[in-house]
T-cell receptor, first 109, second 112 residues
Framework: EDQVTQSPEALRLQEGESSSLNCSYT??????LFWYRQDPGKGPEFLFT???AGEEKEKERLKATLTKKESFLHITAPKPEDSATYLC??????????FGQGTTLQVKP | SQTIHQWPATLVQPVGSPLSLECTVE??????LYWYRQAAGRGLQLLFY??????ISSEVPQNLSASRPQDRQFILSSKKLLLSDSGFYLC???????????FGPGTRLTVT
């Protein structure tokens, strides 16, 4: 069964304190791994797509990496505006997106 | 550019009442359309998806239904709401050949 597990569920950081969010997955035929950011009361906003192990994508303070079993979202020197819930999803050979529960990040000034 | 709209933004309905949520996409043709539900503290659950007018696939058995009367319009309905239908409903789309999904602003439904 296709499954996505994100950890930790919640993360509190001080401004400037770098850390990583984890997304572990089991899927039949990975056709892409996606990271989204979701602010409270809003729809998810697309961040990255990764397709193969070893691939990396960067955007400002965020960097996503992919292995055969998991993905990491590294946050370097976060700012309070990076506070949000970060969602990971995988697309299997069924064509559907399977989402994890999300990691809620709070960055304190 | 493409945009996706959902309305209403918030809705409070009593148990047993009907429901109609609407989603429209602008700036594209023949999109794949999706309805998700997000319960508090939980991930997104795919409810329905559509690859074309009148073509609806259901993922979860429930008292909800979906319809696609026009190419860029997707409607989520219920004849009688249950308390368990409360949640945040999200509509999403992607191009027929693409993988990345774009989400709408969502509708917060509270069933009382």
């Amino acid at each position: 069964e296709d499954q996505v597990t994100q950890s930790p569920e919640a993360l509190r950081l001080q401004e400037g304190e770098s850390s990583s969010l984890n997304c572990s997955y089991t899927v039949s035929g990975l056709r892409g791994l996606f990271w989204y950011r979701q602010d409270p009361g809003k729809g998810p906003e697309f961040l990255f797509t990764l397709y193969s192990a070893g691939e990396e994508k960067e955007k400002e303070r965020l960097k996503a990496t992919l292995t055969k079993k998991e993905s990491f979202l590294h946050i370097t020197a976060p700012k309070p505006e990076d506070s949000a819930t970060y969602l990971c999803a995988v697309k299997s050979n069924t064509g559907k997106l399977i989402f994890g529960q999300g990691t809620t990040l709070q960055v304190k000034p | 550019s493409q945009t996706i709209h959902q309305w209403p933004a918030t809705l409070v309905q009593p148990v047993g009442s009907p429901l109609s949520l609407e989603c429209t996409v602008e700036g594209t043709s023949n999109p794949n359309l999706y309805w998700y539900r997000q319960a508090a503290g939980r991930g997104l659950q795919l409810l329905f998806y559509s690859v074309g007018i009148g073509q609806i696939s259901s993922e979860v058995p429930q008292n909800l239904s979906a319809s696609r009367p026009q190419d860029r319009q997707f409607i989520l309905s219920s004849k009688k709401l249950l308390l368990s239908d409360s949640g945040f409903y999200l509509c999403a789309w992607n191009p027929g050949q693409g993988a990345k999904q774009y989400f709408g602003p969502g509708t917060r439904l509270t069933v009382t």
